[in-house]
């Protein structure tokens, strides 16, 4: 819920996700972007570094269904990090 505590929280969907929130019960997603088990991805990392979620999830907020934005396979991540000088070693993401 910390987006939506201030993105959109009027929104009957977000009214939906914030019930099952405070129930404490799991969400039943549907993916959107799913990648192999053996790529290890931290959003963490990538909020550390000031990367905009807009980058790999494009502008959520104007989707009336979020959709797939970016094909985040390796050789896209791989050119992004090469852009942004970040590790291109292969233990950052395969581990």
Known sequence: MGCHRVVQPQHPDV??????????????????????????????????????????????????RVARAAPLTMGWCVQCHRDSHASVDCLTCHY
């Open 15 to 64: 009214a939906t996700l914030r019930r099952y929130y405070e129930e404490g019960r799991n969400i039943p997603w549907v993916k959107v972007n799913v990648l192999p088990r053996f790529v290890h991805f931290s959003h963490e990392a990538h909020v550390l570094a000031h990367v905009s979620c807009e980058s790999c999830h494009g502008n959520v907020s104007a989707m009336d």
